[in-house]
């Protein structure tokens, strides 16, 4: 029988003002998850991670189930920052270990999500298991940057992978043969910013209880800087111990009601627990008892949940981008730009008057000469006068047509060209609608023939 004794401690800091890292210790199931996305986003990215982890672990506490847990994890971070505008890009890391029965023995199932961290400490030794899922890690496995490069890099607090900020995610899976004596430690990066390797595992060495530990660690990063929020978790391997009472203890398979495990007391021989995944994360893998492997296959029931979760998620997801507020917003600030656009031009259309030659009478037309956009020219009075009745000289300009102000303008420049013409024929002649002036005025310059009107 396999026994777990934990502790775990978190703080805010020395600069953040709000702690969005949370721990978790249930039952058989540790986590840390480390929030991001904005005051209050992060914290309700970790708070929806492990609610749903807990939740969905205890309903199939396996390896296959953690990992199917993490998903779930995931997909109540995503739909809730859909649902939500002003908690969108929210996301969360996550690190977890579980305690589950496999194939007839004690095993530690191990996922992570992001840059948390889960390390193993045993004899003196410091062992990370997990891989960052950030920029810089990515760096070091290209080979451009060596770790010590990684650990101070600008970019190493940015995430390659992260929970809730996509519809699924890849979850990386180890199954550790638990040994008397080891010691887990998860921890959000709050602590591996300000501790290296060498200080953490002088701490784990030293202090007994895990609840001791996980408070020294995280007042050591304090000390050090405190520059983000810490959260350690420490799990201790306890196999035999007695329960005196005093300290809480976890026993995996009191709770699972799964087969003994005697096999797993000592840790087993190297290798003896059968490989079950691929390379990926391999690196910081200490010996045979600690396997990364690909995210275990769900039972088929199972499988076929997450997927239709999966596909609602998904349509949910591009339904909610069609018909949000700032889309809608957009297409009605940009109708309305339209709309007005086209108004003012229809407006300025039909306030303008030219006039132009059909055959060869003159005609007065609405519009604008040549016509605007598809708004045409629409002729609206013939004057009954001809070019015989109009100097020659303003033949051309008529032929183009002259644009006018108005109506009654166009009307005043018709009358204006016969009095200018009767004056140079007839200079004796009275013209029955007077000017002031026979010399007619161009109201404005012509452009072109009047589209619609005869020249
Ligand atoms: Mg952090």
Redesign the pocket.
């Known amino acids: 029988m396999t026994v777990l004794r934990s502790g775990s401690a978190s703080d805010v800091g020395l600069v953040r003002s709000s702690n969005q ?1 949370l721990a978790l210790e249930a039952g058989t199931l540790f986590a840390v998850a ?1 929030g991001m996305g904005g005051h209050a986003g992060g914290e309700v990215a970790s708070r929806l991670a492990i609610d749903a982890l807990k939740a969905a672990f205890g309903r199939h506490p396996t390896v296959a189930g953690l990992a199917g847990a993490v998903e779930s994890a995931n997909e109540a971070v995503w739909e809730h920052g859909v649902a939500n505008s002003d908690l969108r890009g929210m996301g969360t890391t996550l690190t977890a270990v579980a305690l589950v029965a496999e194939s007839g023995r004690d095993v530690l199932a191990l996922v992570n999500v992001g840059d948390s961290r889960s390390y193993r400490y045993h004899d003196g030794e410091l062992v990370q298991i997990t891989r960052d899922h950030s920029l810089a890690e990515e760096m070091v496995l290209r080979g451009e940057l060596t770790p010590a490069e990684a650990a101070v890099h600008p970019h190493r607090h940015i995430l390659t992978r992260a929970l809730g900020v996509s519809p699924d995610v890849d979850v990386d899976v180890w199954e550790i043969v638990p040994t008397r004596g080891d010691r887990f430690l998860l921890c ?3 602590l591996t910013n300000e501790l290296g390797d060498g200080q953490i595992g002088e701490v784990l060495s030293h202090i007994g209880g895990p609840q001791e530990a996980a408070d020294t660690l995280v007042q050591a990063a304090r000390i050090h800087g405190g520059s ?2 810490i959260t350690v978790v420490v799990v201790d391997v306890v196999v035999g111990e007695e329960h005196d009472g005093s300290i809480p203890l976890v026993s995996a398979l009191a709770t699972t009601g799964g087969a003994a495990s005697s096999v797993l007391a000592d840790g087993g021989p190297e290798g003896q627990h059968p490989p079950s995944g691929q390379s990926e994360g391999a690196s910081g893998v200490p010996d045979g008892r600690m396997r990364p492997r690909a995210v275990p296959e769900a039972s088929e029931p199972g499988r076929r949940e997450r997927n239709r979760a999966r596909r609602r998620a998904r349509r949910w997801a591009r339904g909610r981008r069609l018909v949000t507020f700032r889309t809608l917003l957009f297409v009605v600030v940009l109708a309305g730009i339209v709309v007005g656009t086209l108004s003012a031009l229809r407006w300025y259309d039909t306030n303008s008057y030219f006039v132009g030659l059909d055959g060869n009478e003159l005609v007065i037309y609405q519009g604008r000469v040549g016509g605007l956009l598809w708004y045409h020219p629409v002729e609206v009075e013939r004057t009954g006068v001809t070019t015989g009745d109009v100097t020659q000289d303003y033949l051309k300009d008529l032929q183009s047509g002259v644009q006018t102000a108005s109506l009654v303008a166009a009307r005043t420049y018709v009358e204006n060209l016969v009095a200018a013409h009767a004056s140079i024929t007839t200079p004796t002649a009275t013209v029955p609608t007077a000017t002031t002036s026979p010399t007619p005025t161009s109201p404005t310059t012509t452009s072109s023939a009047p589209a619609g009107g005869g020249t």
């Open positions: 890292d480390d959000s990066d709050g983000d929020n």
